[in-house]
């Protein structure tokens, strides 16, 4: 009889593969595309593939209208591309799976707003064990920050912990036929605000949290290595007495004057840390782009569109995240106004 017992953290990749491969997570499939199917963040271009045996299926995402599928294919023993998923453009590759063929169109990873991928287990804190070719650890570590990593299972291969190596990729989100699970440390209050924000306008925001602080743009630069620009600062001015939201690249300053004029007031000043608080529910240094107690009417300043990606405040002085612009400007529903001047 073919011991069933699950392995523990201690035992080898090889004890784990060989436990998960008696799995068949298919008969998820279709809960799994529900959850999906469901899940804002779900829109734009998805990168999927094309299942194996044991694999949930996600062929019934390919339905929405809102998404553009697109799915990898093996070029060399050690790198695949991605192509947009079309039924009359598959191939099967001599390891016996299906992929798309040379000729369906390429895809920059650059363009993907978020990939969903298989695993033989996952655990709770992000690990993910695959086949043990390495594909999506090379693949996963050339997408930029910003790009959620979904993996995609069932629970009865969702576990505490798997081996990792150093070179594994960890995923942000688990998806079974039962949850959406975040991985990862627990997050202050105001950050998981922040989050589940994200998570209704479109955005699976990927947390930083750096115990050094980031509640300058300076520190914040500093810490996650980008340029100062690339710092989506969000501001509290009140013009006259009203408050509103200005987004802003680190490296610009709000020129008051503009502020005011663009909202038909006759000054506009930063609201003090007391009214950022009161009027937010967040601490200065920490207010995010959306998600504030009171509604505001928000502001982007033209320096931002220098950038493809961002990152802005997740919440507290200690958390950030990165973000496409285009997906900031639309969760905060932001509108584009020339207001600042350089630092």
Not at 219 to 240: N, P
């Amino acid at each position: 009889m073919v011991d069933q017992t699950q392995p523990t953290p201690h035992s080898t990749k090889t004890e784990w593969r060989a436990w998960a491969s008696r799995i068949d997570r298919s008969s998820c499939s279709e809960a799994v595309v529900r959850r999906l199917a469901g899940w804002p963040p779900i829109h734009g271009v998805v990168m999927t593939y094309l299942a194996m045996p044991s694999e949930v299926d996600l062929k019934g995402l390919s339905s929405l209208a809102h998404c553009r599928i697109v799915i990898p294919r093996v070029e060399t023993p050690e790198a695949m591309s991605v192509r947009v998923y079309d039924v009359e453009q598959l191939e099967k590759h001599r390891l016996g799976f299906e992929q798309p063929a040379s000729s369906a169109t390429e895809v920059s990873p650059d363009d993907i707003d978020v990939v969903l991928l298989p695993g033989l287990v996952f655990d709770r804190c992000g690990g993910r064990l695959g086949r043990g070719r390495g594909y999506y650890d090379r693949f996963l570590e050339g997408l930029p920050d910003a790009t959620p990593r979904v993996g995609v299972t069932s629970e009865s291969s969702l576990v505490e912990e798997v081996p990792m190596d150093a070179h594994d990729q960890r995923v942000d989100w688990i998806v079974t036929e039962a949850a959406i699970h975040r991985t990862g440390e627990a997050l202050p209050d105001q950050t998981e605000r922040v989050l589940g924000a994200g998570i209704t306008a479109g955005i699976a925001p990927r947390i930083h949290r750096f115990p050094e602080g980031t509640r300058t743009s300076k520190d914040a630069a500093r810490a996650v290595g980008c340029d100062l620009g690339a710092i989506a600062k969000s501001l509290v001015f009140e013009v006259d007495d009203r408050p509103v939201l200005v987004l802003c690249s680190g490296d610009r300053r709000v020129d008051e004057v503009k502020l005011a004029a663009v909202f038909g007031g006759s000054s506009a000043r930063p609201a003090s840390r007391a009214r950022v608080l009161e009027i937010t529910g967040y601490p200065a240094g920490g207010t995010p782009a959306f998600g504030h107690d009171q509604l505001l009417e928000v502001v982007a300043d033209v320096s931002l569109a220098r950038y493809r990606w961002v990152w802005t405040a997740g919440g507290t002085a200690d958390t950030v995240y990165p973000v496409s612009v285009e997906r900031l400007i639309a969760a905060s529903n932001a509108r584009w106004q020339e207001i600042s001047t350089r630092e």
